[in-house]
């Protein structure tokens, strides 16, 4: 079992970067593959990207690709998200979560196995 923390959230305007943090802890944070995703109000949990156990693979969704980046330090058991020109539809909670499957290509969120609390990314305009 692994248990997952976002921090980083924040109010900024369009335009601006941000990076939310995602910490785990419990067992080892290398044997899961990683996702990133985030619920707008009144909307359905989407997908934003995922990352392979050790990093070198990451999977975007098309509407955040060449903004977004996912990395992962498997030394400090921390998964990232840098976002850059963000955009007011961008605004949402934001969460990680943990796949202990096979294919860490995943989109789906019956895959992932564990979840974060959600950290809010507000972007004005």
């Known amino acids: 079992q692994v248990q997952l923390v976002e921090s980083g959230g924040g109010y900024v305007q369009a335009g601006d970067s941000l990076r939310l943090s995602c910490s785990a802890s419990g067992r080892a944070f290398s044997s899961y593959a990683m996702g990133w995703f985030r619920q707008a109000p009144g909307k359905e949990r989407e997908f934003v990207g995922s990352?392979?156990?050790?990093?070198?693979?990451?999977y975007y969704v098309d509407s955040v690709k060449g903004r977004f980046t996912i990395s992962r330090d498997n030394a400090k058991n921390t998964l990232y998200l840098q976002m850059n020109s963000l955009k007011p539809d961008d605004t949402a909670v934001y969460y990680c979560?943990?796949?202990?499957?096979?294919?860490?290509?995943?989109?789906?969120?019956?895959?992932?196995?564990?979840w974060g609390q959600g950290t809010q990314v507000t972007v004005s305009s």
């Open positions: 979560a943990a796949s202990g499957g096979v294919n860490w290509q995943q989109s789906q969120r019956s895959y992932y196995d564990y």
């Open positions: 990352i392979n156990w050790s990093g070198g693979g990451t």
